[in-house]
T-cell receptor, first 111, second 113 residues
Framework: GQQLNQSPQSMFIQEGEDVSMNCTSSSIFNTWLWYKQDPGEGPVLLIALYKAGELTSNGRLTAQFGITRKDSFLNISASIPSDVGIYFCAGRRDSNYQLIWGAGTKLIIKP | DAGVIQSPRHEVTEMGQEVTLRCKPISGHDYLFWYRQTMMRGLELLIYFNNNVPIDDSGMPEDRFSAKMPNASFSTLKIQPSEPRDSAVYFC???????????FGPGTRLTVL
């Protein structure tokens, strides 16, 4: 079946550092989404991307829809403690309405 | 406005018992999704509804799982009989017009002993 490969699985960073994570697939997607899950809560949508090459920001977060339409990237600048959590990518093809989810990147900030 | 409401928040039951999880989507939303999250398998879509009609239930693990949406403001996920491997956090999510912007509930943490 369709799969999204999300990396890295986890990241240990210092407060103030920049963070990069990505999501790749062997299939083309027409929509890429990035969600964040805080501990004990459900995921929340951060950024939605609908066009190849699109670069969209949400505060310190920036996401890009890869030119090949098979990947997407999320960057967080100047990380702060509240950035901890699990970041999920999700993709959708127009052929059906089901989102395909990545396994998540767990972000941990070292004290 | 209230978000997606799920009940109970925690459920502990014994193997073989019936478990019913409940969800109230955001008013006006026409999509409803049930997910299961575990450490081993991550976030899995079980089933989703559009306008109260089940569209894709291919993620439902087996016949022990069933889901209903009798009206636009209520859905249930039932496990009968429950097994220890069903232990997980079950999320309900809803969205309007598109499956992209999904609003998740707080989840139900199910423990089957």
């Amino acid at each position: 079946g369709q799969q999204l490969n999300q990396s890295p699985q986890s990241m240990f960073i210092q407060e103030g550092e920049d963070v990069s994570m990505n999501c790749t697939s062997s299939s083309i997607f027409n929509t890429w989404l990035w969600y964040k899950q805080d501990p004990g809560e459900g995921p929340v949508l951060l950024i939605a991307l609908y066009k190849a090459g699109e670069l969209t920001s949400n505060g310190r977060l920036t996401a890009q829809f890869g030119i090949t339409r098979k990947d997407s990237f999320l960057n967080i600048s100047a990380s702060i403690p509240s950035d901890v959590g699990i970041y999920f990518c999700a993709g959708r093809r127009d052929s059906n309405y089901q989102l395909i989810w990545g396994a998540g990147t767990k972000l941990i900030i070292k004290p | 406005d209230a978000g997606v409401i799920q009940s109970p928040r925690h459920e502990v039951t014994e193997m073989g018992q019936e478990v019913t999880l409940r969800c109230k989507p955001i008013s006006g939303h026409d999509y409803l999704f049930w997910y299961r999250q575990t450490m081993m398998r991550g976030l899995e879509l079980l089933i989703y509804f559009n306008n109260n009609v089940p569209i894709d239930d291919s993620g439902m693990p087996e016949d022990r799982f069933s889901a209903k949406m009798p009206n636009a403001s209520f859905s249930t996920l039932k496990i009968q009989p429950s097994e220890p491997r069903d232990s997980a956090v079950y999320f309900c999510a809803s969205s309007f017009h598109s499956p992209d912007t999904q609003y998740f509930g707080p989840g139900t943490r199910l423990t089957v002993l």
